[in-house]
């Protein structure tokens, strides 16, 4: 087959006798526990709001409003009063544009208050990496279920935590790994139900390129704080640290990478801020969504100022059980490749991007593109003999929408998520100790190496952030 027609015929076949589930305009109450989400009325729209307005959330709330069969957005907020009121009038205009006249969205700077109100069923958490779980961890203490970007968290503790708290709630959380979802990357679910069902054989390497940061422009000086954005909040746990814009989010755009990504006090890097993306389908790939690898052994370079401080250059090796050896490497192409004992398949996310800053990846050959393998029939499921097949979900944010009436979890759910975030957490600890660590993945913490273990966490820089206070304090 010519190499379009392929992919078309690809795309029908997995959809064939496994129709995407859909929901009736209004949910009865009694779908969504019980609870009474529209005051006088039996019947409801799920009521989200989105805490963090900037450039992941905006692409966020727009793409969950939009299913206006399921859900209603109804507020706002973000620790800058800029970002704000950018959200509030996008989405009063997006109500306006149905055809609505008298639209109102609430908004809120401290998320807290947000939390506090009975009216809001779900909220959706795209702050910083460094800010995920004490949100989410709220939110979830608070009753609402939750969509949290990824890396579900900034450390293996708080990915913990956060788990605790989802399941011990019984919430629905749902992760931003939009890659397990079909659109636009079908790509992923192509590959890895591939290589699940054994297609390429026994695997024995993959190979795993998530780009590499590099210094964002001068050193950048300390400045005088914005009187619309609260500092001392957007840091948080964060060590104590004077304002640099640059540092932080643009105060006048909400596109393009922001620089807190570039710190480490902030985020990890492209470690744990691609790596999640593509650890995650590696796991979903090779069955082990609930498990880890035993060892790393890794090295890196990491920017050298009190600026941007995460890895540049950087390779990883960890070894999983069945003597599959994982590895991340900054040279390798954006994308995933398992190499098995009968063939080798490959999925990227091609020209498709959810950002203006995402990578475009075509395998270093335009002719091969986002998806290819070895021998073509690797891509097509061997129909009625295969017996692991993907649950349907043809958009990440009604999926979660449609999980939050079902009440059954999404197809990112939050123990895996947990794994996701933890593999590429110890791939950065190997990256920083430079030395081989053995991984305990049932007791989730490194096997006789204090030192390591001690990155399991980080001490926060007022209690009132403390993750483990925190769940102590809700009884977990």
């Known amino acids: 087959m010519e190499n379009n027609s392929r992919r078309d015929f690809l795309k029908k076949s997995l959809l064939t006798g496994a129709a995407i589930i859909t929901l009736p305009q209004f949910l009865k109450s009694s779908s969504l526990s019980g609870k009474s989400y529209a005051k006088g009325s039996a019947n409801k729209l799920i009521q989200f709001a989105q805490i963090g307005c900037g450039r992941e959330g905006t692409v966020d709330y727009e793409g969950t ?3 206006t069969d399921l859900c209603r957005m109804v507020a706002v907020c973000d620790l800058d009063s800029k970002r704000v009121d950018i959200a ?4 009063e205009t997006f109500y306006k544009s149905k055809g609505e006249t008298n ?8 998320f807290h208050e947000l939390l506090a109100n009975p009216d809001i069923d779900a909220v959706i958490v795209s702050v910083p990496d460094h800010q995920h779980a004490y949100v989410a961890i709220n939110a979830v203490l608070a009753g609402k279920d939750v969509y949290c970007q990824k890396p579900l968290t900034y450390s293996i503790s708080e990915a913990i935590a956060l788990r605790t708290a989802v399941r011990a709630k019984k919430r629905i959380l749902q992760t931003g790994s939009q890659q397990r979802s079909e659109k636009p990357w079908n790509t992923f679910r192509v590959a890895s139900e591939a290589v699940r069902n054994g297609r390429i054989g026994k695997v024995h390497t993959v190979k795993i390129g998530i780009g590499m940061d590099r210094v964002k422009g001068a050193k950048p000086a300390p ?4 009187a619309t954005f609260d500092y001392d909040r957007w840091l948080g746990a964060a060590p104590e640290q004077p304002y640099m ?4 989010h643009p105060q006048n755009s909400i596109d393009g990478r922001p620089g807190w990504i570039t710190t480490e006090d902030f985020g990890l890097g492209m470690i744990t801020n691609w790596g999640a993306h593509h650890m995650d389908i590696a796991h979903w790939a090779l069955g082990m969504e609930l498990s880890g690898p035993l060892s790393v052994n890794a090295k890196a370079d990491f920017m050298k100022d009190d600026v941007w401080t995460v890895h540049t250059t950087y390779h990883a090796e960890m070894m999983y059980p069945g003597d599959i050896k994982v590895i991340l490497d900054n040279t390798y192409t954006n994308g995933i490749q398992f190499e098995g004992k009968e063939g080798t398949v490959f999925c990227a996310r091609g020209s498709e991007r959810v950002t203006k800053s995402d990578p475009v990846s075509t395998a270093g050959d335009s002719k091969k593109g986002p998806l290819w393998a070895s021998n073509d029939k690797i891509l097509y499921p061997r129909i009625g003999s295969e017996g692991k097949v993907w649950m349907p979900s043809a958009d990440h944010y009604r999926n979660w929408l449609e999980s939050i009436a079902s009440r059954k979890d999404p197809i990112a759910p939050v123990d895996q998520s947990a794994r996701s ?5 110890v791939a950065w600890i190997g990256m920083k100790l430079g030395r081989e660590l053995k991984w305990d993945a049932k007791k989730e913490m490194f096997k006789g190496d204090k030192e390591a273990n001690a990155m399991l966490g980080r001490k926060s820089r007022k209690p009132e952030y403390d993750i483990a206070l925190l769940m102590k304090k809700a009884g977990l």
């Open 88 to 91: 509030k009038n996008s989405v």
């Open 65 to 67: 409003m939009r299913h």
């Open 245 to 248: 814009e640059a540092r932080c």
């Open 223 to 226: 400045e005088t704080i914005p």
């Open 421 to 425: 975030l933890e593999a590429c957490a």
């Open 103 to 110: 639209v109102e969205v609430k908004t809120y700077h401290d």
